[in-house]
C-alpha cells in the first residue's frame, strides 16, 4: 500500500472510495439493494415491477428501464460490470451495453434528469439504510 496525497490514505482505501461512491457496505444484502433500485426505476418509468425481473425481452421502454438498473448497480453504487450484470441475472457484457446506452442516452436532457433523480432517491435510500444501521449499533433497534 501507498500513501496517497497529503491526506495519509493507503491507496487500498482510495480504491475502497472509487469502487464504492456510495460507501455501500459490503455485507448488505444484494437483494435487497436489487429490490431498491427496481422498485426506484419501475415507479420513474410507471412500469409493473415484475416487468424488470421478465425473464424475456420486452418492450423497448422495459429494456431501458432495466439498463438503467444495471446502470445503477453499477455507477450508483460503484459495483464492478459483473456484480451488476448478475445482480439483475446477466453477464458483464450486458451491464457494459447498458452503461454505455445510458451514458449515450443521458445527452438528452429528460433522460438526464430522471437517470439523475432515480440516483438521488438511491442515494437518499442508502442514507437511510446507514441510519438505520447506526440505530443498530447504538442498541436503539
Known amino acids: ?6 491526506l495519509g490514505m493507503q491507496s487500498e482505501d482510495l480504491y475502497v472510495i472509487e469502487a ?6 459490503r455485507g448488505v444484502d444484494r437483494k435487497i439493494v436489487r429490490n431498491m433500485i427496481e422498485l426506484t426505476v419501475a415507479a420513474a418509468f410507471d412500469l409493473p415491477l415484475d416487468e424488470l425481473s421478465a425473464k424475456t425481452r420486452r ?24 456484480e451488476a450484470g448478475s445482480l439483475f441475472s446477466r453477464d458483464r457484457t450486458t451491464a457494459a451495453h ?6 449515450d442516452r443521458r445527452d438528452d436532457m429528460e433522460v438526464d434528469q430522471l437517470v439523475q433523480k432515480v440516483e438521488d432517491i438511491l442515494h437518499q435510500w442508502h442514507l437511510t439504510m446507514q441510519g438505520c444501521h447506526s440505530l443498530r449499533l447504538e442498541g436503539l433497534a
Open 1 to 6: 500500500m501507498t500513501e496517497v496525497g497529503t
Open 20 to 25: 464504492r461512491p456510495l460507501g455501500l457496505r
Open 59 to 82: 418492450t423497448a421502454q422495459v429494456a431501458f428501464a432495466r439498463q438503467i438498473s444495471m446502470y445503477c448497480a453499477h455507477v450508483t453504487f460503484g459495483w464492478s460490470l459483473t
Open 98 to 103: 447498458a452503461c454505455r446506452v445510458v451514458e
